[in-house]
């Protein structure tokens, strides 16, 4: 018997609660996603879209308009484009000619010998216009039948009209989550021997357009399905990675998370980064001597190998992620979360969203820095806080439309500083104090007595994702603490 489940009917504008403000370049008329395990342990992909260019931008700024591009593993996969073909305004199809279909080796494939075997199909679309829409469709046959997808829900324009449909062998199980829970509608029917899981939404906005945006599972809706978990091998083969650590010149230093850092850091670094889908390899990876021997590898093969230098050094390390690109580490009884793309901060596991960094400066810590200015003026550099966010206030606009990834903190400064004789504070005293429930907290207070100089910096920030709601309260407590980084002095 087929049984048909909804994961979800309808999924409107309001339940995205996204901005359709900014102006719209193009708008997919259809985004069609179909995922086939068939009864014999192969697999199809079906992909579909129908894009209606608006602008003259879209062909200009994104490449995935005047151009399609499609990379698959010949070893693994058979592509077949099925139509291809612009309708220009007047109702004409202009069908691509053969010329236009060009095989090549993606770029991301460049740099590691391991991947010269990917192709990626560059598709020219022809008989393009203003207001013309561009069709594509292909399927691509997999030797395989795990799948272990993220789809993002949400595109670079509005989707007038998305389906995800995903078919499994009767008896296999799927499991399938959507993370905006208020959208989840099942309704199951009955037909022929396979299970079926349906999603169809409408007029879904374009995403965000805004800086420091939070990663895209805290920002718009994502579909996460597996039907099999993938395989890692445990720890490393020592033979390829025993010499590792010191090669990298990394050693304990008695701070977990320092050096936890620091392992993060080289690899992010020195590893090339080979940005290909888990399921363009059949969901398989590269050692972590293979990673370590060539430089190079996906996402997974730098978790991998991250994952296996970490426990080389001691700690308890394992790939985690809804795509297999973090790796999770345990120290203070708490376990951690690593970016192998990014050198962002760590994130904790489990149910704890925020962590906050809390530091305390040494009142020691009270040497001068002068930036010798014009005419007997001065700039003294006040020392960074570790765990201040790195965002910066001057790069914010007065108004956002989408929360703000920052960072969570609780930061005390409070150092007495000797000026040189005759040097003396331009402004004079300064004291500025602020605070606002649940965002956050400043205060500053700057006040010279001789050549005494009293310097008081403290920030609190509650939140490492900001909302909108909290954006402009946010925007002014950074505002003031970055704008007591430096002192004018002047000296008689």
Same mark, same amino acid.
């Given at each position: ?25 193009? &708008? %997919?008329?259809?985004?069609?996603? =179909?995922? #086939? $395990? @068939?009864?014999?342990? /192969? ?5 579909? !879209? ?20 499609? &990379? %698959?593993?010949?070893?693994?996969? =058979?592509? #077949? $484009? @099925?139509?291809?073909? /612009? ?5 004409? !199809? ?399």
């Amino acid at each position: 018997m087929k049984k048909i489940l909804f994961i979800a009917a309808i999924i409107s504008i309001s339940t995205f609660q996204l901005s359709l403000s900014q102006a719209q370049d193009a &708008v %997919y008329k259809l985004l069609k996603y =179909e995922w #086939t $395990v @068939n009864a014999d342990g /192969t697999s199809d992909y079906h992909y579909r !879209h129908e894009v209606q260019i608006l602008r003259n931008r879209a062909l200009v700024a994104y490449a995935d308009k005047g151009e399609t591009f499609v &990379v %698959y593993n010949p070893d693994l996969e =058979e592509l #077949t $484009v @099925n139509e291809v073909y /612009t309708i220009q305004k007047d109702g004409t !199809h202009v069908n691509m000619p053969q010329n236009a279909f060009v095989y090549q080796l993606p770029s991301q494939c460049a740099d590691c010998g391991r991947f010269n075997h990917i192709r990626e199909l560059a598709m020219i679309h022809t008989g393009m216009e203003l207001g013309c829409t561009i069709v594509v469709d292909y399927t691509i046959h997999r030797q395989y039948s795990l799948l272990s997808n993220t789809l993002d829900l949400v595109r670079e324009c509005p989707v007038e009209r998305l389906e995800v449909d995903i078919t499994v062998p009767e008896g296999q199980e799927l499991n399938a989550q959507l993370n905006d829970p208020a959208v989840l509608v099942f309704k199951p029917t009955v037909e022929e021997s396979a299970t079926h899981y349906s999603l169809r939404a409408t007029n879904v906005p374009q995403k965000f357009v805004d800086s420091y945006l939070p990663a895209k599972e805290a920002l718009y809706p994502t579909l996460h399905f597996f039907n099999g978990v993938p395989e890692f091998a445990p720890a490393f083969d020592r033979n390829g990675l025993e010499e590792s650590s010191s090669a990298a010149g990394l050693q304990m230093n008695g701070n977990d998370r320092e050096s936890v850092v620091a392992i993060r850091d080289f690899v992010v670094d020195n590893i090339h980064l080979n940005d290909l889908e888990p399921a363009m390899l059949g969901y398989l990876h590269s050692t972590a001597a293979e990673v370590w021997q060539t430089g190079c590898g996906t996402a997974t093969d730098k978790a991998v190998l991250l994952a296996a230098m970490l426990n080389e050094m001691g700690f308890n390390a394992r790939v985690t992620g809804d795509s297999y690109d973090e790796v999770g580490v345990t120290f203070d009884t708490l376990e951690y979360l690593l970016d192998v793309r990014h050198k962002t901060p760590l994130r904790l596991g489990g149910e704890a969203k925020d962590e906050v960094t809390k530091y305390v400066m040494s009142p020691n810590n009270n040497e001068l820095v002068l930036d010798t200015l014009e005419d007997g003026f001065y700039r003294m550099i006040l020392p960074s806080l570790p765990g201040a966010p790195a965002v910066r206030a001057t790069n914010l606009a007065l108004t956002r439309t989408a929360p703000l990834q920052s960072s969570a903190c609780e930061l005390r400064s409070d150092v007495t500083y000797t000026l040189p004789k005759g040097m003396k504070m331009v402004k004079g005293a300064t004291s500025n104090s602020i605070t606002y429930e649940g965002v956050g907290s400043v205060d500053i207070v700057m006040k010279q007595s001789g050549k005494k100089l009293h310097v008081v910096r403290n920030l609190s920030l509650e939140q490492s994702i900001v909302p909108v709601t909290d954006y402009a309260k946010y925007r002014q407590l950074l505002t003031i603490w970055q704008g007591a980084e430096s002192i004018l002095l002047q000296s008689k």
